[in-house]
């Protein structure tokens, strides 16, 4: 069997087995929401996604937001032993050492920033501001970081744009 690995506290722990990582779980020293990773998967992914690893819910539970991992008929969560490197050939697979802790959740503000800036355009910094800050914004965005990474080029663009028209107006009222 493949050794897995997980998160306790941000700090990556493994490699255990299939049948250690579900002790773990039992004892609850592994969490639903704790991450977890093998061999073969795309990404980390919540424990609570890895069939049989945790005791099925007594109620009813409402269907997780996160997509399956690997692509099935039935949309249920893959298996222990159905996650392998035969289960997604071609993708490029992240590595335990790759992983530092949670990855980052929610939108990059300084994308957010960018996109106000650039609309603003009656202050003529706010345009400068709309650039610097949709650069910063784009290096915070991407696969595997924050989302946001619209925002940070419709900011970048508009501060382009509202740039030089901003140095325009300022001369016609200097003349």
Request: glycine share 12%; proline share 11%; aromatic share 6%.
């Amino acid at each position: 069997m493949a050794d897995w690995f997980y998160s306790k506290g941000g700090q990556q722990q493994g490699p255990v087995n299939s049948a250690d990582l579900k002790k773990l779980a039992r004892e609850g020293q592994i969490q639903p929401d704790d991450l977890v990773w093998q061999e073969g998967m795309a990404e980390w992914a919540k424990a609570s996604r890895v069939k049989g690893l945790f005791a099925p819910p007594s109620a009813p539970v409402a269907p997780a937001v996160d997509p399956p991992m690997v692509p099935q008929n039935d949309m249920s969560p893959p298996a222990l032993s159905d996650i392998g490197p035969a289960a997604s050939p071609g993708l490029q697979y992240a590595t335990p050492a790759q992983f530092s802790g949670q990855p980052p959740e929610g939108r990059s503000g300084m994308a957010l920033a960018s996109l106000i800036c650039g609309l603003v355009l009656c202050f003529p910094v706010c345009s400068l501001l709309a650039i610097v800050f949709g650069i910063i914004g784009i290096q915070q965005t991407g696969p595997g970081k924050r989302t946001g990474r619209g925002m940070a080029i419709s900011g970048l663009i508009l501060g382009c744009v509202g740039l030089p028209l901003t140095i325009i107006g300022l001369f016609r009222l200097t003349w």
